[in-house]
């Protein structure tokens, strides 16, 4: 058993080239081998999303609080709410972040393939994509 301390784990800024906006990466759990676990809570101000990517394993979503936005490339924007969970196949092109007004955390769970790391990050989302309205 192991337990580790949240002090000893400091919040991140996330990376400008993959977001757009204020977003903030707390890590929960990397695995060690031979777990491929990975789990990060990512804290959005509103507007603030992903660039488009994909992960060669797959994604899981848990919504913990606020109000988001998601999209798979060629589908709708759809509205995130807190205790959705949204599950996104292998290799599948796709964006989440806030709505407009809206702070938005989530729970980002997927494995990391050896050698290859666990996402593979492309452009940002454009404006006009984003201030799409939601499907739902």
């Known amino acids: 058993m192991e337990i580790i301390r949240a002090a000893d784990r400091p919040t991140r800024t996330a990376p400008p080239d993959r977001f757009t906006g204020q977003v903030w990466q707390d890590e929960v759990v990397v695995g060690e ?7 990060t809570s990512v804290s959005f101000a509103p507007g603030a ?24 490339e060629g589908g709708p924007v759809r509205a995130l709410y807190p205790g959705d969970t949204v599950r996104i196949p292998p ?11 809206r702070l938005f955390v989530h729970l ?7 050698g290859s790391g ?19």
Not at 33 to 39: E, G, K
Not at 54 to 67: C, D, E, F, K, R
């Open 118 to 136: 666990g996402t593979q990050w492309f452009e940002k989302v454009g404006d006009a994509d984003y201030a799409a309205a939601p499907a739902d």
């Open 108 to 114: 980002a769970m997927s494995e990391v393939e050896p």
């Open 91 to 101: 290799d599948v092109r796709h964006w989440h972040g806030a709505a407009p007004d």
């Open 49 to 72: 999303r992903t660039a488009w990517h994909a992960h060669p394993l797959g994604q899981v979503l848990w919504v913990l609080s606020g109000i988001g936005r998601f999209q798979v």
């Open 33 to 39: 081998a031979p777990s491929r676990m990975r789990a």
